[in-house]
């Protein structure tokens, strides 16, 4: 199939090699003109901008939009509104809010454009291992792009098949899936990247616990210097808590044991907080995913306001002194 591109970045970029690996043919735009040229020189056409990008391709049009969400969104889609014909499709394969896209679509429709949105995990590693994808849309415009979805999935690779799924759409097998109508898609990545700020925070927490056996606040007999990297590989053999983060935890680890090239202050993409107003909506507990976006919430106030009053409360009802040993430490 032919599809135009908007967005070069890391994952964009990739995404269009890994569509032109499988024989698909690509047309490329990005506003920073050498990432442009950089991917001409690997088989895609080149547009100078989103007017060149439409004229090149061949109606019915599909563009995937690759790019942050917000403002910078909003406005390629509202510009390639004005360009497109009736009968071709915006794809958004960013993080966007779910409900944005219920409102795009539902405008486009209104043009007579289709709409779909694409949750796409894989990052930096996608070129190579694929893409995993949650679609939204009609149900007729994702069957027509069904090739490059195809191409850009991981497909089912060493994973064993799950029992009991006879007669189900064999494509979620192949790592994507339609998940339902306009929204659909990314309202399930959404979620996803609430569960993965979980995940991170348990291994994060879990790790922690493990470099701390060593402080000298412990007994000497129960201090165990234990190599983090070593830990991390292990579990991944065999252990169930093995898994992709628990891969690259290792991989972390293993070239930076005591990670002191890092400073610990972690964003947060917006999907977390999304997540958390979608619980909120639902009256749907979700303590785990809470207290993993406000960990990242407070990473980046290392001398924060609240920690000082807490540390002169301790003091004021307990005399309790800033870095005093607890008691039984040496």
């Known amino acids: 199939?032919?599809?135009g591109i908007v967005g070069l970045g890391r994952m964009g970029a990739n995404i269009a090699r890994r569509l032109m690996r499988g024989g698909h043919a690509v047309v490329a735009f990005d506003v920073n003109a050498d990432a442009v040229i950089a991917l001409a020189r690997e088989g895609a056409k080149p547009a100078g901008s989103l007017k060149d990008l439409v004229a090149a391709l061949a109606p019915p049009r599909a563009v995937w939009v690759?790019?942050?969400?917000?403002k910078?969104?909003?406005d390629t889609i509202d510009v390639l509104t004005g360009l497109l014909a009736p009968g071709d499709t915006i794809i958004d394969g960013g993080n966007t809010f779910w409900k944005d896209d219920v409102r795009r679509?539902?405008?486009?429709?209104?043009?007579?454009l289709h709409y779909v949105d694409v949750g796409t995990s894989g990052g930096i590693w996608g070129l190579?291992?694929?893409y995993c994808m949650m679609i939204g849309g009609d149900q007729a415009v994702v069957d027509h792009l069904d090739p490059i979805f195809a191409t850009l999935a991981p497909g089912t690779g060493t994973i064993p098949k799950t029992a009991e799924r006879h007669g189900r759409d064999p494509r979620v097998e192949n790592g994507y899936m339609h998940a339902g109508p306009a929204g659909a898609g990314h309202?399930?990545?959404m979620v996803h990247n609430g569960i993965e700020y979980g995940l991170m925070q348990a291994y994060a927490e879990g790790f922690e616990i493990l470099h701390h056996r060593v402080d000298q606040t412990l007994p000497e007999a129960e201090r165990f210097d234990l190599d983090l990297a070593d830990v991390a590989e292990v579990w991944r053999r065999g252990s169930v808590v093995s898994s992709w983060l628990l891969d690259l935890t290792a991989m972390a680890l293993a070239e930076h044991g005591t990670l002191e090239n890092f400073k610990g202050i972690v964003d947060d993409s917006g999907e977390g907080r999304w997540t958390i107003q979608a619980a909120i909506e639902e009256a749907v507990p979700a303590n785990v995913l809470s207290a993993a976006l406000y960990e990242r919430f407070a990473s980046r106030l290392p001398q924060s306001f609240a920690h000082r009053l807490l540390s002169a409360m301790r003091s004021k009802f307990g005399g309790h002194v800033e870095g005093q040993p607890k008691p039984g430490g040496k």
């Open 128 to 130: 190579e291992r694929g």
């Open 1 to 3: 199939m032919e599809l």
């Open 187 to 189: 309202f399930v990545k």
């Open 66 to 70: 690759m790019l942050p969400a917000g």
């Open 105 to 112: 679509a539902a405008a486009l429709r209104q043009a007579s």
């Open 72 to 74: 910078i969104t909003e």
